[in-house]
């Protein structure tokens, strides 16, 4: 029997091609396959694939992700033993851009407080709730995901300008800043939303010289990676900016409901990582690991090969 490997058996396809089963690891428990030449397919976490490659898998014919991010791991080592990574890119695309639209709208009509205020009043309160029609909405990342948010927002009546490291035009954006333009793109934005990879030029780009740029009232949606913040200057900005608002879905670790700094700030509302989550994208999931699967066993071509 072939054995395909995964740490997560719930985002796994539920039919496997004949001859092959399924069995769960994790960091400690794969090391009992080093070795194994019946191991011919591992579906996995950016946490388990950081450190697979020190797995000696001598059939190994790939190596899938369940993220379409793959930082921190070591695509080199993976290239070097001659063992195919692919991640989930396309995915989450049109999930992730339905979140942004919500979350914006959950701002501009101000509903998280609605909905606990059963004495709201919204006759009473014309300054309280906006429209984003005629907003300027920024996009951080001009790729997939950042392309499907503008392509999402884009019969809203808002003006779209994008963030990106190299990339100069994109349909959907009226204009494309760069790093030495990116308190400019700061200043012009009533919404950011950040949808950037963690890489060197992400980890700490948000400081508090680019946020002092900010518009006062701006409202920040995060559904990118949160190394992109600077230290506390995030924290900071929105203690000291209180018409600022920010919502919040990625952080590294699940954040702590009690010691999570940012959860006592009434201006941030701080989500356990669901933006991504859908039975659609699940579904779009199972269903790309179940090609590159086939691919992989019959000699295919492999979709989102990262190496």
Known sequence: M?????????????????????????GKTIKQYDGNADVI??????????????INLPSCRLVHLFSVGYDNVDLAKYKEKDIPLCNAAGVYDNVLAEYVVYAMLLYAKRFHHSLKNRMFRPLRNYHYMTEIAGKT??????????????????GFGVSIIGY?????????????????????????SDFVINTLPHDESTIGLI????????KPDMTFINIGRDSIFNGDDFYNHLKAHRD???ILDIFELLPNPITNKYRRLSNV?????????SKESEDALKQLLSENINAAIGGGELKNRVI
């Open 244 to 246: 600022a608002n920010a």
């Open 2 to 26: 072939k054995l395909i490997l995964t740490d997560n058996p719930k985002e796994c396809p539920t039919k496997f091609p004949e001859g092959y089963s399924l069995n769960q690891v994790n």
């Open 269 to 277: 509302l701080v989500m356990p990582r669901v933006a991504s989550i």
């Open 41 to 54: 397919i591992v579906l996995c976490s950016r946490g388990l694939a950081k450190d697979l490659w020190q």
């Open 207 to 214: 400081n508090s010289n680019v946020l002092e740029s900010a």
């Open 137 to 154: 909405v920024g996009v951080m990342g001009c790729g997939k995901i950042g392309t499907a948010v503008a392509r999402h927002l884009s």
């Open 164 to 188: 990106a490291k190299h990339t100069k035009e994109k349909e959907g954006f009226s204009m494309i800043y760069h790093e030495d333009s990116i308190n400019e793109f700061f200043s012009k």
